[in-house]
């Protein structure tokens, strides 16, 4: 149930929120790097990408991100889950301390950086503007185990994980006391 409710969750995240911005984040970040950048400012870009392609043009690389961030948070939910069980010893009643919370989710995080960083990878490139070159979500992940090999799945594991362990153990921590506020609010 925590992988399923933890799949929902990013897939809903991937598709109202996180495809979007990042398609537009990967676009800006090609296009400053490419020698005669043409966007002249986050509104100019996000105009001029939906004017060349439509609202489609802000969606590139949607099933990559859904898969990205379904499994994403499907790891996230289940492993911090499954560890506070094994640290509550069976007794449901138990206090995690925040601390502990804040291990849990780094600990979470890196699961998910190492269990996903792959999907990333194919999701950047397929959000980028070099992106019609692949035909698809998979031709995209078989053109880059063909022309770069096992590790180009991996590149930029090492920034992404220092980045996601902390920012998983700030956002469990905070969950968890939110979660304590609203059961003394609303007793459940």
Same mark, same amino acid.
């Given at each position: 149930?925590?992988?399923?409710?933890?799949?929902?969750?990013?897939?809903?995240? @991937? *598709?109202?929120?996180?495809?979007?911005?990042?398609?537009?984040?990967?676009?800006?970040?090609?296009?400053?790097?490419?020698?005669?950048?043409?966007?002249?400012?986050?509104?100019?870009?996000?105009?001029?990408?939906?004017?060349?392609?439509?609202?489609?043009?802000?969606?590139?690389?949607?099933?990559? =991100? *859904?898969?990205?961030?379904?499994?994403?948070?499907?790891?996230?939910?289940?492993?911090?889950?499954? /560890?506070?069980?094994?640290?509550?010893?069976?007794?449901?009643?138990?206090?995690?301390?925040? /601390?502990?919370?804040?291990?849990?989710? @780094?600990?979470?995080?890196?699961?998910?950086?190492?269990?996903? =960083?792959?999907?990333?990878?194919?999701?950047?490139?397929?959000?980028?503007?070099?992106? @019609?070159?692949?035909?698809?979500? /998979?031709?995209?992940?078989?053109?880059? @185990?063909?022309?770069?090999?096992?590790?180009?799945?991996?590149?930029?594991?090492?920034?992404?994980?220092?980045?996601?362990?902390?920012?998983?153990?700030?956002?469990?921590?905070?969950?968890?006391?939110?979660?304590?506020?609203?059961?003394?609010?609303?007793?459940?």
């Amino acid at each position: 149930m925590r992988l399923l409710c933890g799949l929902g969750a990013g897939v809903c995240e @991937a *598709i109202f929120a996180v495809t979007p911005m990042e398609t537009v984040k990967v676009k800006f970040i090609n296009d400053q790097n490419s020698a005669k950048p043409k966007f002249k400012g986050f509104a100019h870009g996000v105009r001029e990408i939906v004017r060349e392609q439509g609202i489609r043009g802000t969606y590139q690389g949607l099933t990559a =991100t *859904i898969i990205k961030q379904g499994s994403n948070q499907a790891i996230r939910f289940f492993v911090m889950e499954t /560890l506070k069980d094994w640290y509550r010893g069976g007794d449901p009643t138990k206090h995690v301390n925040k /601390l502990v919370v804040g291990g849990f989710g @780094a600990i979470a995080g890196a699961a998910s950086v190492f269990g996903n =960083t792959p999907v990333d990878v194919v999701k950047t490139r397929m959000q980028g503007l070099d992106a @019609a070159k692949y035909k698809s979500t /998979l031709d995209c992940a078989l053109q880059i @185990a063909k022309n770069e090999g096992f590790k180009a799945f991996y590149k930029g594991t090492v920034p992404r994980l220092s980045r996601v362990c902390l920012d998983v153990a700030i956002t469990f921590m905070i969950y968890d006391s939110f979660m304590d506020l609203f059961n003394k609010v609303w007793k459940t």
